[in-house]
């Protein structure tokens, strides 16, 4: 499966609300590993969609 990093042939503006220290600790988080806050979002997200392909809802 292609990361999400790597699937920019077409996206979409996505925002939410988080609380302000989540938002602090991911961002330090994600400038500690070289990445950007998108990137690991989109990745998030896709892993959770994934997981929940096939469960009743």
Request: aromatic share 8%.
């Amino acid at each position: 499966m292609a990361s999400a990093a790597k699937q920019d042939d077409e996206r979409m503006y996505f925002r939410t609300r988080i609380p302000k220290e989540l938002h602090r600790e991911f961002k330090k988080i994600c400038i500690d590993i070289d990445r950007t806050m998108e990137d690991v979002a989109a990745e998030l997200i896709s892993e959770w969609v994934t997981s929940q392909k096939g469960k009743k809802h």
